[in-house]
């Protein structure tokens, strides 16, 4: 077995089984944890929870006015970073027929020009981010292993992805392996890190704007 045939077989099979049970242990666990009951009286005129819930999250969706200055940059390069990503992995006509494969969807994808375009400033996002963190005193403060790898494992695959298909570096089976590899171990790393959040935010923002709703909280 060679190293392209290794990183899409056992290892990316591996990594898929990995991301799937731990992002559900991660969610159930957190459901069946006990909850505290809220002992604060219900605000007359409260809406239902589920809409509270909608309101928090789009409230938290951009700074209030006081901080937005401050974190302007912050806020718009996560825009940048996320939605990047989002189009990389949905966009890419080889990414299409992967995920077609494994759930039998399909959609039209981009032009490989284009999405290029967006790994190279999802990239730039990325190593902005990195910067930041290791240049501001405060979150380098409070950064930890978590932090980095995350960091790490995320621009991993956009930039084994763009060798790949630039074909820089080495034969493209080599290419394309390594960044198989790189997505098995983001695949792996997710459920137990910071990338979590990624399916965590709906839950402590949608909670969060339910005890909003529920005491009063003007958003």
Do not use: C
């Amino acid at each position: 077995m060679d190293l392209l045939d290794f990183a899409r077989g056992p290892a990316l099979t591996t990594a898929l089984s990995v991301f799937a049970f731990g992002v559900a242990w991660r969610l159930v666990s957190l459901w069946l944890l006990p909850w505290a009951r809220d002992p604060s009286a219900r605000r007359e005129g409260a809406r239902p929870a589920w809409i509270g819930a909608v309101r928090g999250f789009a409230r938290h969706l951009w700074p209030r006015k006081p901080f937005a200055r401050a974190a302007m940059v912050t806020t718009v390069n996560g825009y940048v970073m996320h939605f990047g990503l989002a189009i990389v992995f949905f966009g890419l006509a080889q990414h299409i027929l992967f995920l077609r494969g494994l759930f039998g969807l399909a959609w039209p994808n981009l032009p490989s020009g284009l999405i290029s375009g967006v790994a190279v400033v999802t990239l730039g996002s990325l190593a902005l981010a990195l910067a930041r963190r290791l240049t501001d005193p405060v979150l380098r403060l409070i950064s930890t292993f978590n932090d980095y790898f995350s960091w790490l494992v995320t621009f991993l695959p956009i930039a084994t992805g763009l060798l790949a298909v630039s074909h820089l570096g080495a034969p493209y089976p080599t290419l394309l392996a390594v960044h198989l590899l790189s997505v098995s171990l983001l695949l792996i790393w997710f459920p137990f890190g910071k990338l979590m959040h990624s399916f965590l935010i709906f839950v402590t923002r949608g909670e969060t704007g339910i005890t909003y709703n529920r005491r009063g909280v003007v958003l």
